[in-house]
Every structure is written in structure tokens, then in C-alpha cells.
């Protein structure tokens, strides 16, 4: 075949894709949000999103390092007690679909913490296909499922294959049938996605311990919203409380900021592992440098 | 099988008292005048241009449960034959009581038995009667077909006593005395022959001679339900068969509806016209009597094979089996508890639960079960939820759910255990300020960590009764960082009691 045969086919894909895109985007346009949306608790995240979550949509929540995992997770799970919380027409159940690349060092959901945490373990279906592709259509099916409350795709770097169109499908099934869906993305970079809103999560320093001031008070995460479809972007400390499964808004403590901030930013590279268009790693890099940050 | 006119005669050895036997030959070995039971050196005497093979008896059975399985067209019943050990003899029986109307008779069902596997290549000696034991007599020994109801008394009188699934050696010394054909003992008093000869001898007999019952095993559990379909020319592509089990899945609906059941389990069989079966089979988490969910279940798993249906030539029969059904709750008992919102609920959730299971397989789709230990990662497990009871599947997934979970503390502010459990603790590289106290500083994963902030110890003993002594206790320690990462730490044994030098890990992650 000759190279101008093959690039005419080329080129027809591309269109091709193109209409698509455009046809996605049109539904989207048409149908606004399929149910109320889901506030947060805390008064100024809601009126940044112009009163909460929408809830039938695709939100993404990334951990920029990997030990930030537990914050991101506690976010998206916080997300999804409330989701459960809110009922909204019988809707009950959260699935946490698993891509296999991030269980390796991510380690698994623990039921206790859960509880503690104010979710039910018991409501909550684990799936861990084999490979990225089949976790994919999993996420796909449970997003797809009107009776379901909320959906958690947990998957770890940047894969190539989980790209824009991916997302694409993952956020109009979702809007289809009102299932709140969150990718929680361990140690991902920024990238183009479909989803209606971007969350970056770090760990903050806990709050004060009344009884025990060397104690480890009550957890707080530092949360930013980086892109919002429908409206602004913002920052904010804010605190899970597991009674009222509520998020609060807090305080965080300018005394208490973190001591050391990062010694060379080049340290602070996370994960993005099968990308053409990534930049390359200047000087040589360890693979633990780049799964957990900054090495001391 | 026909093979080039030209072809060397061939021989299948076997060993038998350190001696290679002939234990099979084909019909140019036989017109060379090679018998069954010579050694090999005899035959290779007459035949010198001999190809011989040694008896592989495990692809011998194996070849016999393909053929077994194959055989399921005609019948669920199917046994592989349990002759004693002495007899090398492959033979299967069939029960088609109640199933030789299906297939236009019984004379019909021989016949098409016998081409069939004759297009595969096998010769077969088939006999249909009454008892098994006649019929085994009677396919090795006689020359008929069919026994016609109650002639099989008759007919396996004038056979050989090996037609009684004997050792040989007990045929051997009743040849001795002239008792030759079965009709020779048929008639004999038998106290003194069973006093002679043993019980077996009569128990055999009477097995032929149907005076007494004799039970067949079948080799695949029987289907409580099945509906086929045969096709006069075979079916390849996926979409048609697709459309075969989508109409046998409707097919099978009215009869559950009639028993009040819903299916839990079942299997499709796919019996390739060259002799190869394949099944498939998929479970539902609670009872299920929808024909297109059925259908579309299958289509699941069809997608999640890793290598699609290999159609060969063509399918040309499709069975669906119900291998496990429950009873049907259906829609009346949801409507009572709690509208049709919540029904509609409960069914999305489930359906998405088999459809999963379905695809990946159902050990992929699990949820958590608690053990009742403090021990952290020995205090949950996983389950299959296809796997766990419907009774307790439906009360997970409504709003008993906690029920389910008694030890659980209700949600407090105060949070003593991580939300991330690693499955194998990680071992740390720590600086502690005293033996017993927090570290101060840890290495995990390659980078230090500064403790800033601790609680504990929590003190969680070992399971002396499962773990045996001399384990070592757990002093677990919540501890945040310079920068606000929140772990959960143990130190292994105590000092100074246990070990000399405890070891530290890391355990969890805290939000």
C-alpha cells in the first residue's frame, strides 16, 4: 500500500472520530443534569459548584504521589458514602472496579476503616478484572446500571489506553442513568479527559487533638479543584466527619504547614508511564522515585 | 478408518507381565494373522513391516469422556463403564428410557448412534436392552441390535460367561468344570454355585437376567430442565448462536414458571459436529426468570473467553441446561416490601453482578465477609457475592445491611483504623527514641519520613491457638508526619520479652 493511500485512511478516521466527538458533545449539551446534585457539606465548594456534584457525570479524583493515595481515596469514598447517603430513589450500592496496576502497591480496601470511615462495607462490591481492558468495560457496565448509588474506577498512572474517549463513554452512561462515577487516578498527571470535574488531593496535617495534643487529630485533606466544567475553580482544607458524613470546611493551621517544602521540584515527578508525548525523566530516575516522589 | 491400501498393518502393545502384548489391532494386522493377546515378537514374526503404538491409558480415558460427553445428545444419563480392573475394556452405557421417542424410536437412535460416531471414525458394538448387564453381554458377545422388551432372558443365554463383566480367571475355572455359556448356570441351583464360585457370580447374573436392579452413575450432574435444539445443517456464526440460546432461553421460562422456580445456574453445551462438546456455563446472584437477561448473560461470557468459540465445522446441536434452580420470590414479595422503586433498585444491582461475573469470571466480583479476630488482615475476606446465599445477598444489598455486620463500631469522629490495608506488611527502617516507644524517624519505600504526631500503642496479642507459641505480639501505632501523611505502623514482639530486636512495619494508610 502506498503512503498516500494510508494516509487518506488516516485522515478518514480522523473525521470520522471528529464527528463522533461532536455528536457526543451536542447530547451532552442537550440534556442537563439528569438529578439534583450532590453537595459536599461544606458551604464554599458547593457554592463554587453551584450547589454540589452532579451526580449523574464522571468527576476525577487524582493523587499526585502515591503515598497521597489514602487522601484521594478517602475523598472519592467520602463522595460515595454521601452518594449512598442521599438515597435518591432507592439507589444503593458502590462498586469499586480496580484496574490490576493499581492494587500492586496500592494495597486493598479495608472494612473496618470503612465502617469507621461511616461507609457500609457490607454495600460494597469489589471488582478486579485481570487487565486494564476489562476493567474498563466493568466500569463502563457499573456506570451503565441505573440502580446503583456510586461507582469508583480506581486505576494508577496515566494509561494510554484509558484516554479521552474512554471517558467520554464512561461520563454520557453515566448521565444516562444518574450513577455518580469517580475515577480515582493514583499518582496520575493532569490530562484532557471528559470528566465534569478534576479534583487534586494531598494530605494536610490533622487537626488539633483536644484530649491528646501529640495526637493525631482529625484527618484533613488539602483538596483543589482544577478544572470544573460549568463553572470556577478553588482550593480548600477541608475535614471528613464520618458521624454526619458530612465534608467541613477547615482551618488550616498556618503554624503547622508543612516544614520541609519539596527540595528540588524535579523530584516531585509522579507517574506517567506509557506516554508518547510525556517528557522524559532529565538524568536517571529510579522507578520508586517516581511512584513516591520526592526521595530524601 | 480407511487408511492407504499400502499402509503398513497397525498395533497398539501393551505391557502384561513384562511381556508387550498386542492389546488392539486393526484389520490388515488381523488378515496377517495377528491376534489379540500375542506378544509382540510373535506378531512382528508374522508381520515384519508392523507399526506399533504403546496403549496410553490416561488419553484413552480422556478420549472416552469425549465420547461420553458427546454422547449427552441422546441422553443425560451416561455412565462410563465400571468393569472390574481385569477387563481393559472401554464401554459406555446410556439410559435413553424416555428419550428414543425423541429421536423417532428406537431402532432410529441406533442407527443414527451408530453413524455418527462411524463418520467420526469408530467402530462401535452397540445393543440396546433392558438391563445393562444384557446389553454389555450382548454388544461384546451376540450379534443383535436391539432386544425387544423382555427378550433379553433369552437372548444372553447362548453367550459366553465372559458376557457376565467376570474376572477371567473366574471365567477360566468355570470353563474347567464345562459350564461355558451363561445358559449352562442360568439353571443351576444356586447355593452351591454361589458357595463355590462366590456371590458375585450370582449378583452378575441376576444383573443380566434383570432380577436384580443395577444403577449407572452418570458422569455429569442430570439437568433439572433442558431444552435443545438440532440444526440440519450446522450452525458457525456468532450471531446465529447467539439467537439459538436467546429462543432456548425463552423456551426454558414457561416451564420454571410453571414450578415456581428461578434459575440460579445454568449451562449451554455446544456439541460440534466432529465429536468436540464445549460447555458454558453462568450463575445469577438471586433467582432469575428473564429470558433476555438469560440470553445476554451468555453473550457476556461468550465475550469474556479469551479465545472466542471455536466452531470448527459447525455446531449442530445447542443445549441449555438448568443445573441449578431456586425458588421464585419474583416480583410479588418486593412489591409488598417496599414499592417498585426499590425493586427496580435492587434488580439493576444484582443484574450489573451477574453480568460481571458473567464476563470476568465470578471469583471477580467479590464483597467483604468479617472473621471474628483482631487480627487485621485475618479480620475480613472476600467472597464471591454470586457465591454467598440469596437470602443473605438480598439483605446486603437492601437497608439490613449492618445487620449483617454486629461487631461493627457505629461511625465516630475518632478513627483508629486505616482505610487502606496493605496485604503483606512492609517492612520499615526506623529510628525510636525508646525500644517501646513510637520511631521517630522511618524509611518506607525509599523515602524518610519525620514523625510528627503518634498515638498508641494498640496492643493486638497473637492467636497462640493458630499461630503456636512463640508468635510474636503487634503494638500498632497511628503516626502522622511533617507533612500530614497519616499511617499505621506495628512494631513486631516486644522488646526485650519476645525479641531482642522487634521489627517494624507498615501496615496501612489512613485519608
Known amino acids: 500500500m502506498s503512503l498516500s493511500r494510508l494516509q487518506t485512511a488516516t485522515d478518514i478516521l480522523t473525521a470520522h472520530t471528529r464527528a463522533q466527538e461532536a455528536r457526543a458533545y451536542a447530547a451532552m449539551a442537550g440534556t442537563g443534569p439528569v438529578s439534583e446534585p450532590l453537595p459536599l457539606g461544606a458551604g464554599a465548594v458547593d457554592q463554587c459548584l453551584d450547589g454540589g456534584l452532579a451526580c449523574g457525570g464522571l468527576h476525577e479524583v487524582r493523587s499526585p504521589l502515591a503515598r497521597d493515595i489514602g487522601a484521594a481515596a478517602g475523598f472519592a469514598l467520602g463522595l460515595a458514602a454521601r452518594a449512598v447517603q442521599a438515597d435518591r430513589g432507592g439507589r444503593h450500592g458502590i462498586v469499586w472496579v480496580s484496574d490490576p496496576a493499581a492494587r500492586i502497591d496500592g494495597g486493598g480496601l479495608f472494612p473496618a476503616g470503612l465502617a469507621q470511615y461511616g461507609l457500609d462495607p457490607s454495600g460494597l462490591t469489589l471488582v478486579e478484572p485481570c487487565d486494564l481492558q476489562a476493567a474498563m468495560w466493568a466500569a463502563d457496565e457499573a456506570a451503565g446500571c441505573a440502580g446503583l448509588a456510586a461507582l469508583v474506577f480506581q486505576i494508577k498512572g496515566n494509561p494510554a489506553r484509558f484516554d479521552i474517549t474512554a471517558t467520554r463513554r464512561l461520563m454520557l452512561r453515566a448521565r444516562e442513568s444518574g450513577v455518580l462515577a469517580l475515577v480515582l487516578r493514583q499518582s496520575g498527571e493532569e490530562e484532557a479527559s471528559a470528566a465534569a470535574t478534576r479534583w487534586r488531593v494531598t494530605t494536610e496535617l490533622s487537626g488539633a487533638d483536644e484530649i491528646y495534643p501529640r495526637g493525631v487529630g482529625a484527618m484533613r485533606l488539602s483538596l483543589t479543584l482544577e478544572r470544573n466544567r460549568t463553572g470556577r475553580t478553588g482550593q480548600w482544607c477541608l475535614a471528613w466527619n464520618p458521624k454526619t458524613r458530612n465534608f467541613d470546611h477547615a482551618a488550616s493551621d498556618p503554624a503547622r504547614q508543612p516544614a520541609h517544602p519539596a527540595a528540588h521540584p524535579v523530584d516531585r515527578l509522579s507517574a506517567t508511564f506509557d506516554r508518547q508525548d510525556s517528557p522524559g525523566a532529565m538524568g536517571q530516575v529510579l522507578d520508586r522515585r517516581r511512584d513516591f516522589g520526592r526521595a530524601s | 478408518m480407511d487408511a492407504h491400501p499400502d499402509a503398513p498393518p497397525v498395533v497398539v502393545t501393551d505391557t502384561v507381565r513384562n511381556a508387550l502384548c498386542i492389546a488392539a489391532l486393526d484389520t490388515r494386522a488381523r488378515a496377517r494373522g495377528v491376534r489379540l493377546g500375542q506378544s509382540l515378537s510373535d506378531a512382528r514374526a508374522l508381520a515384519p513391516d508392523l507399526e506399533c503404538h504403546a ?79 444384557a446389553a454389555w453381554a450382548m454388544a461384546r458377545y451376540g450379534q443383535a441390535h436391539i432386544i425387544a422388551e423382555g427378550g433379553h432372558g433369552e437372548a444372553v443365554l447362548p453367550l459366553s460367561l465372559s458376557g457376565l463383566r467376570l474376572p477371567p480367571a473366574l471365567v477360566a475355572s468355570l470353563g474347567r468344570v464345562g459350564l461355558k455359556t451363561i445358559g449352562c448356570i442360568a439353571h443351576l441351583p444356586r447355593a452351591p454355585l454361589a458357595a463355590r464360585f462366590g456371590a458375585r457370580l450370582m449378583q452378575r447374573l441376576d444383573q443380566a437376567l434383570g432380577r436384580e436392579a443395577e444403577a449407572i452413575s452418570p458422569i455429569m450432574p442430570v439437568a433439572d430442565l433442558s431444552t435443545e435444539r438440532r440444526f440440519a445443517e450446522p450452525i458457525a ?158 439483605a446486603a444489598s437492601g437497608a439490613a445491611a449492618l445487620a449483617l455486620l454486629p461487631d461493627l463500631p457505629t461511625p465516630d469522629a475518632i478513627i483508629t483504623r486505616p482505610l487502606i490495608l496493605f496485604d503483606r506488611p512492609e517492612m520499615l527502617q526506623t529510628i525510636a527514641e525508646v525500644p517501646d516507644g ?74
Open chain 2, 55 to 133: 496403549t496410553d491409558h490416561e488419553r484413552d480415558r480422556a478420549l472416552l469422556l469425549t465420547i461420553a460427553a458427546w454422547c449427552e445428545r441422546y441422553t443425560p444419563l451416561v455412565a462410563l463403564d465400571a468393569a472390574p480392573e481385569a477387563v481393559r475394556d472401554h464401554g459406555l452405557f446410556m439410559d435413553v428410557t424416555g428419550c428414543a421417542h425423541l429421536l423417532g424410536g428406537e431402532a432410529a437412535l441406533v442407527a443414527d448412534l451408530e453413524a455418527r460416531l462411524g463418520a467420526q471414525g469408530f467402530h462401535v458394538r452397540l445393543c440396546l436392552a433392558d438391563t445393562p448387564g
Open chain 2, 237 to 394: 456464526r456468532q450471531e446465529d448462536i447467539s439467537q439459538v440460546i436467546a429462543a432456548l432461553a425463552s423456551g426454558i421460562i414457561e416451564p420454571l414458571e410453571r414450578r415456581g422456580l428461578g434459575l440460579r445456574r445454568c449451562r449451554i453445551r455446544l456439541f460440534r459436529v466432529d465429536g468436540h462438546v464445549s460447555g458454558l456455563e453462568v450463575q445469577t446472584a438471586r433467582p432469575l426468570r428473564d429470558a433476555r437477561t438469560i440470553a445476554r448473560l451468555f453473550e457476556e461470557r461468550i465475550a469474556g473467553l479469551h479465545d472466542d468459540l471455536d466452531a470448527g465445522f459447525g455446531f449442530d446441536l445447542i443445549r441449555l441446561d438448568v443445573a441449578h434452580a431456586d425458588p421464585f420470590e419474583g416480583a410479588q414479595a418486593e412489591m409488598m416490601a417496599g414499592g417498585m422503586g426499590s425493586h427496580a433498585g435492587g434488580h439493576g444491582h444484582d443484574a450489573l453482578v451477574d453480568r460481571l461475573g458473567a464476563r470476568l469470571g465470578l471469583e471477580r466480583v467479590q464483597r467483604f465477609v468479617l472473621a471474628d479476630t483482631h487480627i487485621p488482615e485475618r479480620s475480613f475476606g472476600r467472597e464471591p457475592v454470586a457465591a454467598s446465599h440469596p437470602g443473605a445477598r438480598r
Open chain 2, 438 to 511: 513510637p520511631p521517630l524517624k522511618f524509611r518506607w519505600r525509599g523515602v524518610s519520613y519525620e514523625v510528627a504526631r503518634s498515638e498508641g500503642p494498640e496492643r493486638i496479642a497473637c492467636e497462640w491457638w493458630r499461630d503456636g507459641r512463640g508468635a510474636r505480639t503487634r503494638d500498632y501505632f497511628r503516626v502522622e508526619d511533617s507533612q500530614g501523611y497519616r499511617f499505621w505502623l506495628f512494631r513486631h514482639g516486644l522488646y526485650g520479652r519476645e525479641t531482642g530486636e522487634p521489627a517494624w512495619y507498615m501496615h496501612g494508610l489512613f485519608a
